[in-house]
């Protein structure tokens, strides 16, 4: 296990990239926030991150530029400018080396295309995750408010890549990669964001985990599906949605023990539920501090009773 202050500094670092990913980073000026000479913390960032100051920062770029030029309507020689790119040239270089297309042949096809954008996992994040351990869950823990509702859900579709024996997010990345997300993102039909998932018996292939990662699409898409991955389709349903509370970044681990805890005890027959797991997946979403952690689950209404939460 690294030492916290080697995880904080190139944490400092990622967090400077963020803020200025528009503008001209240099190694002296990632060096100043880290606290270290150039020379290590070039190192300290690559031992942690798998990737050089400069690869990260020009993976980023270029995923953030693929992301608009999906989005809005600009010319590709701005947004190469707005990304600190000296030329068209050297950004359609850069953007074909990176995503196996060019800027042009991306923008004609982004309807279709599905590229692997770099969504950088925080070191800060994975090694808390780490050290608490991915299924130890405090049975003594001061739980939040948790938000709880019921949404419909209409039927659509499934796009998600299977893992083999996976039970959670850490295990699958060691058998499928960390890299599935990405490429979900860059799925421009997608309804929602990527999501987590544990698929019940139903939903599964013989051979294959209960833990997957996925994205929903409209009932009627019929565009590209990645290689290696499937699609089904999901019937309408009812999802019981848990949000917990916002919480610090660096303390993502505690708040999904929390919200875990409350699941584990939650009775939905208390507002005229029960848990309906064979309508569809439980899924996780990404947690992100500033909204709180968010699973949802697959629930029916009693037919004794319309309560509602």
Known sequence: ??????????????????????EVITL???????GYSPWHSARLFKELTGKTPFEYIRALRLSQ?????????????????DFVFDSHEGFTRAFSRLFGMTPQSYCKNRD?????LFMPDYVRDYYLTL???AKNMSKNSNVNTVFVQVVERSARKLILKRGVKATHYFEYC?????????????????????????LPENLRREGTSVYAQGVEVPLNYSGHIPEGYEMMELPPCKMMVFQGAPFEDAKFGEAIEELWGVMKTYNPETYGFQWAD??????????????????????????????QI
């Open 65 to 81: 530029a693929a992301l608009k030029l999906r989005d809005d309507n600009v010319k590709i020689v701005t947004v190469a400018f």
């Open 278 to 307: 064979e309508d569809g997946p439980r899924v996780q979403l990404a947690p992100m501090g500033y909204r709180g952690y968010i699973e949802a689950r697959p629930v029916r209404e009693l037919n004794h009773t319309k309560a």
């Open 112 to 116: 279709k295309a599905c590229i692997k």
């Open 174 to 198: 060691e058998e499928v990669g960390c890299d599935v997300w990405e490429l979900l993102s860059g799925i421009p039909e997608a309804s929602y964001e990527p999501i987590g998932m544990w």
């Open 28 to 34: 002296r000026s990632l060096a100043g926030v880290a």
């Open 131 to 133: 050290q608490k351990g």
């Open 1 to 22: 296990m690294e030492s916290w202050d080697k995880i904080k500094a190139v944490q400092r670092m990622q967090d400077y990239i963020d803020s200025h990913i528009t």
